[in-house]
């Protein structure tokens, strides 16, 4: 009996590790979104964020690093409930367009209603972040945050983000640091080692800063000149999963122009590519 309790409590306590602390990062991707969808709907109550803490470190600095780009567009990945993008739109000094993908269908609503005064300038993708179904070098910046952790494969998700980002782009991500990053063992990183992967991927003037509790925010820069065919339609951005082709808006869905494949908008107006 006392063996039974015993091996009852070891599991309480790993499965508290494993779905709470580590939110689902080590049983994949699908766990990771199912229990996102579970607490979207109260997530950015969880988080206890301020929008003014959101302007100071995110909204105001990646503005200004696109103060030379008209009409910059952005990719958001993970977004979660678009915190990221609605920071960025709180600054008068910003006059692009967002895509804000996500792996979790039930945060995607919940940020159509989070940050819908500001739905003509955002489109929500429902796609995982690895492949990007999205062209080489289309956004002048890519961020990803708090989420590289519960990526199946964080250097495969990098190379993504930096496939899409073009040359003299931006590029934010976060790294768990803290007491956080003991708790997700083989999953987070040092600040040595996030430093030195991203520039194993060829990124320049790498700086990582202490964001929150458990956050570095890692910039980056890609190498290069900006192009001088720049993309500021995120529908021209956008690409077939499965062919990389390009897609054509047709009565309420996206149509690949090579193979047959359909990708619908959903009641809330996101575009369902999973």
């Known amino acids: 009996m006392l063996l039974a309790l015993i091996l009852l409590a070891l599991l309480a306590i790993f499965l508290y590790w494993q779905l709470v602390l580590a939110e689902g990062a080590y049983f994949g991707p699908r766990v990771v979104a199912l229990l996102y969808d579970l607490v979207a709907r109260h ?13 100071h470190f995110l909204g105001i600095p990646l503005s200004a690093s696109l103060i030379g780009s008209w009409q910059p567009l952005v990719l958001d990945v993970a977004t979660g409930t678009s915190r990221l993008p609605l920071a960025l739109f709180s600054q008068p000094n910003f006059h692009g367009r967002v895509i804000a993908l996500d792996n979790a269908r039930r945060m995607l609503h919940a940020a159509t209603q989070y940050v819908a005064a500001h739905r003509d300038r955002i489109t929500w993708v429902w796609h995982p972040a690895v492949p990007l179904p999205f062209a080489d070098d289309a956004f002048d910046a890519v961020t990803c945050l708090e989420a590289l952790e519960f990526m199946p494969d964080t250097r495969a998700a990098l190379i993504e983000c930096i496939r899409v980002l073009k040359p003299g782009g931006m590029l934010l991500v976060t790294n768990r640091a803290g007491r956080g990053a003991h708790l997700m063992p083989g999953k987070a990183m040092s600040k040595a080692r996030c430093e030195a992967l991203l520039k194993s991927l060829g990124q320049t003037d790498v700086t990582l800063q202490i964001w929150q509790y458990d956050y570095d925010l890692a910039w980056s820069l890609k190498p290069g000149a900006d192009a001088p065919d720049r993309l500021t339609d995120p529908i021209e951005a956008l690409r077939c999963p499965r062919c ?21 908008i959903g009641n809330d107006g996101v575009l369902e590519m999973l």
Request: charged fraction near 25%.
């Open 43 to 55: 997530y950015n109550h969880i988080k206890q964020y301020t929008a003014e803490d959101d302007a």
């Open 244 to 264: 990389h082709s390009r897609l054509d808006q047709i009565d309420g869905a996206f149509m690949c122009a090579n193979c047959p494949r359909r990708y619908p």
